[in-house]
């Protein structure tokens, strides 16, 4: 017993860290391990945990170290709650492998019992969380990567990270706590929704594909309608395949057809011609993708959307005023060529003009006017255009050698005096960009009534614009409509500013849904879809964003 007791002595004074460091808590050598780890990441180095590194390289060493670098993964219910919402990001139209999927699953069912492997599992963790959260709050493809002109907001505002992720953990749900991180306006839910539906139809098999033929029109029998019948049905068009006549173009196949032409911007004629037959033989899949590639659009804008605003919908030709978040305003539109694409992007209206003059831009200046005035030297007066230098000063446009300017820089500018042919009409709105980007009146009023409506030059020419003037211009004693329509039938150019400067927000939804569950499509006009695509299936990337000072 002597001899026993000796011994303890000696280990107790002759041991570096005493008994205490021998049997030292797990979780004591845990948060030794989390200390390394983030010094690692402090440093400039990379941790490296079941294959992945830790993302959330400044959120993450600031939660640890506030926490003295604390185990924050310590109640089952919280693991458990983790795992669902890897598996739930897929309702998102995310990815869970961007979270750590299986690696979280996997240590969740079984928690190492190693200090080390637990700090890993701990870290592994709340980056899962971090980067979930940071998705679903500002989506997950750079969309600043993909187009140059992209300027909508990427502010975490008053949100201090570190404290909203051990609010997450601490809070009675941390499925609500991450979820209030994804957009709040509504048709994000409903599109959500969509997708969910889409995915079951893809799941029971899709839906057949009609072949290519002749036009079929109503009261016309041929063996595609079958087809047709089922296409329609798998999709919802179609309430029941019953038929006498499975072959026949009924009445009532006639107007599920219209319902899906409505609900994909095509003309309701009734007909499958080339373009209907077009749209309906887009597989499931790629509805599917459709839709979660405009989810993460909608997480990309969702900041800037709310009280007063203007969207015009590139794809969806048309524009909607928002007043306290509620419809005060619609139109149809008509947007740039393919060739000449309205940009996306977020400015400020600012003011009118109307009876505005044009001032033909140097594209168009270059690839439109300047050919047509080559052939027909009276195109200019038949325009109501003219000439003038730098200064503003008419020049005669019978002096000017014409054959010069294919290849020559053209000296001048060409302006078009207010009137009926304008090409910006009675009325121009602008928000002041630098794509030279405004909306406007048109006198080609009999475009409005095609379906698809890609005819300008990148501007956005408005079906109803004198009743937008009269909202915008928010006074109704000076500015009531019969006001409005005296300043344009004076012929008067005036600029009027407005007192409300309104954001205006140039998107582009190829996916919508209503709520009533109706899902609305739109052709990729620009080819923008594909690199959505593929840039949700490349592999996770922190874009930091940006932090209030």
């Known amino acids: 017993m002597k001899i026993r007791f000796l011994l303890f002595v000696f280990v107790m004074i002759f041991t570096p860290f005493g008994l205490g460091a021998a049997l030292a808590e797990p979780a004591d050598a845990a948060a030794e391990a989390i200390r390394t780890r983030v010094e690692t990441l402090r440093g400039g180095g990379d941790v490296i945990i079941n294959g992945d590194a830790i993302a959330a390289r400044t959120v993450i060493p600031e939660f640890y170290e506030r926490r003295d670098f604390r185990l924050a993964w310590t109640s089952p219910e919280q693991v458990k709650t983790l795992v669902l919402l890897m598996e739930q990001s897929r309702n998102h139209g995310l990815d869970p492998r961007d979270y750590h999927g299986e690696a979280v699953q996997m240590l969740a069912q079984s928690p190492p019992g190693d200090p080390v492997a637990l700090a890993d599992r701990d870290m ?45 953990l601490a809070s009675p749900s941390l499925e609500k706590a991450v979820l209030a991180f994804a957009p709040k306006i509504p048709f994000y839910w409903w599109l959500k929704d969509g997708l969910a539906r889409y995915r079951a139809i893809a799941q029971a098999g899709g839906w057949p594909q009609v072949p290519e033929g ?127 694409e309205t940009p996306v992007f977020r400015a400020q209206m600012q003011y009118l003009v109307f009876n505005p003059t044009w001032t033909v831009p140097p594209t168009i200046l270059r690839k439109d006017v300047l050919p047509k005035v080559r052939k027909n030297p009276a195109y200019l007066g038949q325009q109501n255009m003219q000439v003038v230098d730098n200064k503003g000063r008419p020049v005669n446009s019978a002096d000017i050698d014409w054959s010069r300017y294919p290849g020559e820089a053209f000296p001048y500018q060409i302006v078009q005096d207010p009137g009926d042919k304008n090409a910006l009409g009675r009325v121009k709105f602008m928000f002041p960009n630098s794509h030279f980007v405004y909306l406007h009146d048109t006198p080609s009023k009999r475009l409005f009534e095609r379906a698809e409506r890609a005819f300008s030059s990148g501007c956005i020419r408005v079906e109803q614009p004198l009743a937008l003037a009269e909202i915008l211009l928010d006074d109704s004693e000076q500015w009531n409509a019969a006001a409005v329509k005296a300043a344009v ?29 109706t899902m609305q499509f739109r052709r990729d006009l620009y080819g923008r879809d594909a690199r959505m695509v593929k840039a949700l299936a490349a592999p996770f990337q922190f874009v930091p964003p940006e932090r209030k000072q």
């Open 489 to 517: 039938q004076s012929e008067e150019t005036r600029t009027v500013s407005f007192k409300r400067k309104i954001p205006v927000m140039l998107l582009y939804w190829t996916a919508q849904a209503s709520e009533d569950g």
């Open 124 to 168: 592994l963790f709340t980056d899962a969380l971090v980067r979930l959260a940071y998705h679903l709050r500002f989506g997950k493809v750079d969309q600043r990567a993909l187009d140059p002109s992209w300027n909508f907001s990427r502010s975490l505002g008053d949100i201090d990270p570190p404290a909203a992720l051990e609010a997450a």
């Open 214 to 340: 002749p036009t079929l029109k109503p009261g016309e029998r041929d063996p595609r309608v079958a087809l047709l019948r089922r296409r329609l049905l798998a999709s919802g068009d179609l309430v029941s395949e019953n038929s006498a006549d499975p072959e026949l173009y009924d009445p009532v196949l006639e107007e599920a057809v219209k319902r899906f032409q409505e609900r994909h911007g095509l003309e309701t004629d009734g007909a499958v011609g080339k373009g209907t037959l077009g749209e309906l033989n887009v597989t499931v899949e790629e509805r599917v993708d459709q839709i979660r590639v405009n989810l993460d659009r909608a997480r990309a804008v969702a900041q800037d959307i709310g009280g007063d605003y203007l969207i015009v919908d590139i794809a969806g030709f048309r524009a909607a005023l928002f007043l306290n978040g509620k419809l005060a305003w619609s139109s149809r539109v008509v947007v740039g060529k393919p060739y000449r």
